[in-house]
């Protein structure tokens, strides 16, 4: 006599499995459609739009008249200050913002807190009081531009005052992009280098470096891109001497106050382009050193 068979019951799916053997991943968030909508309605209204505008009152300009705008001599010269300056900027907030990030991270020290806060002031400041304070220090009778004074170095109004204003504002920038990754590196690869016989020079040269890369770049664009259009720390510092330490803001300033808006837009529309393609080259870079790495660690 065969005993019968009973079948059990199958069990009801979990919303998860559902979704998994429909193929369809977990979403914390659901709604792409929706999100990705909100997204570009909010990246047009924030980014596209102004952009958009300044474009279509440039167009307003024939081509002599657009070239007339941004070729003047004096235009000419408040580029050179200021895509000079804030590239000089970047590169010395590059060295000692990652070695600001190096000792936050690998250091234990008396008033560390203090010291990371620090690093904020910059961003929480207004940058005219940063350019006030800036200039008192610095100014031929200033606390410390007197001593510069005394061996005929001027500071203040001058293209070192700008640089300087411009490397205060950009500080934070490299430092905080830099922090997080030298936080989350892992301490096992070093040990491995050192066990191998590597020295600390090769350590940091062949091993940590590769991996802060692509935050350094990222940490110097912001701190360049920051820097080209910054304005309320350099006006009081740079003296607005025409030709010599008039800064591109400055002429656009001007030219808004003598109602030539279009020759305004014009010269912003230079800016806005150098600055674009400096993002470009630095996320391209950035995408190259991913590869390379990716392709090393295969």
């Known amino acids: 006599m065969s005993q019968p068979n009973y079948a059990q019951p199958a069990s009801p799916l979990s919303t998860g499995e559902k979704f998994q053997r429909a193929g369809r991943p977990k979403r914390v968030i659901p709604g792409f459609g929706l999100t990705m909508g909100y997204t570009l309605f909010y990246l047009s209204l924030i980014v596209l739009i102004p952009v958009s505008t300044l474009i279509v009152n440039t167009l307003q300009l024939s081509w002599p008249q657009f070239w007339e705008a941004v070729s003047a001599p004096r235009v000419v010269a408040s580029y050179k200050l ?3 300056a804030s590239f000089i900027a970047a590169l010395v907030n590059l060295v000692f913002g990652m070695l600001i990030a190096w000792v936050l991270v690998r250091y234990k020290f008396p008033f560390k ?8 002031l910059p961003f929480a400041l207004p940058t005219a009081v940063a350019g006030i304070a800036l200039t008192a220090l610095l100014a031929p009778n200033g606390w410390v531009g007197q001593y510069f004074h005394m061996i005929g170095i ?3 109004f001058t293209p070192i005052g ?3 204003a411009l490397i205060f504002i950009g500080l934070p920038f490299v430092v905080r992009t830099v922090q997080p990754v030298l936080e989350d590196f892992e301490k096992e690869l070093e040990e491995a280098a050192s066990s191998l016989g590597a020295n600390r020079w090769q350590i940091f040269y062949k091993v940590i470096f590769p991996a802060i890369t692509p935050a350094l770049l990222t940490g110097f664009a912001l701190a360049f891109a920051r820097a080209l259009g910054e304005y309320g720390s350099v006006i009081f510092i740079a003296g607005n001497i025409p030709m010599v330490s008039e800064i591109t803001p400055l002429i656009i300033i001007g030219k808004l106050e003598q109602y030539d808006y279009a020759g305004a837009t014009a010269v912003a529309l230079v800016m806005l382009l150098f600055a674009f393609i400096m993002l470009f080259i630095i996320n391209g870079l950035q995408a190259w050193q991913r590869r390379a790495t990716g392709g ?3």
Do not use: H, P
């Open 162 to 164: 700008v640089t300087i």
């Open 82 to 84: 200021t895509i000079g």
């Open 113 to 120: 807190r203090l010291v990371d806060a620090l690093v904020d």
């Open 296 to 298: 090393s660690n295969k």
């Open 154 to 156: 001027k500071v203040a």
